[in-house]
Nanobody
Framework: QVHLVESGGGLVQPGGSLRLSCVAS????????MSWYRQAPGQQRELVAVISSDGSANYGDFVKGRFTISRDNAKKTVYLQMDSLKSEDTAVYYC???????????????????WGQGTQVTVSS
């Protein structure tokens, strides 16, 4: 079982910055894609950013160079640096990780997906 815990959310003024972190617990797994989603009240959950195991990243169109996703595999952690925040960025932010079980030599079995519990980001003056 893999458990994800997000942190770093809070209240920030427009134009400000926040750095979200998501740490995974659990052993004997290999981590693949890691991503951040967000969900505003009354809206569907949407992809913010995704980073693959080789470090390549993609972002939602609304990010427009303001956010940066990164990962530290040794720490089982994915980060989201958010700059130039806008009021419309207000939402609950969730991390998601894809993993496979590790055997003695290699990973096996299907990809399993885990979600964190979410962290609130509020952008307001």
């Amino acid at each position: 079982q893999v458990h994800l815990v997000e942190s770093g959310g809070g209240l920030v003024q427009p134009g400000g910055s926040l750095r979200l972190s998501c740490v995974a617990s659990g052993s004997s797994v290999r981590f693949y894609g890691m991503s951040w989603y967000r969900q505003a009240p009354g809206q569907q959950r949407e992809l913010v950013a995704v980073i693959s195991s080789d470090g390549s990243a993609n972002y939602g169109d609304f990010v427009k160079g303001r956010f940066t996703i990164s990962r530290d595999n040794a720490k089982k952690t994915v980060y989201l640096q958010m700059d130039s925040l806008k009021s419309e960025d207000t939402a609950v932010y969730y991390c998601r990780m894809n993993v496979r079980r590790m055997g003695p030599v290699e990973a096996y079995g299907p990809i399993e997906t885990y979600w964190g519990q979410g962290t609130q980001v509020t952008v307001s003056s």
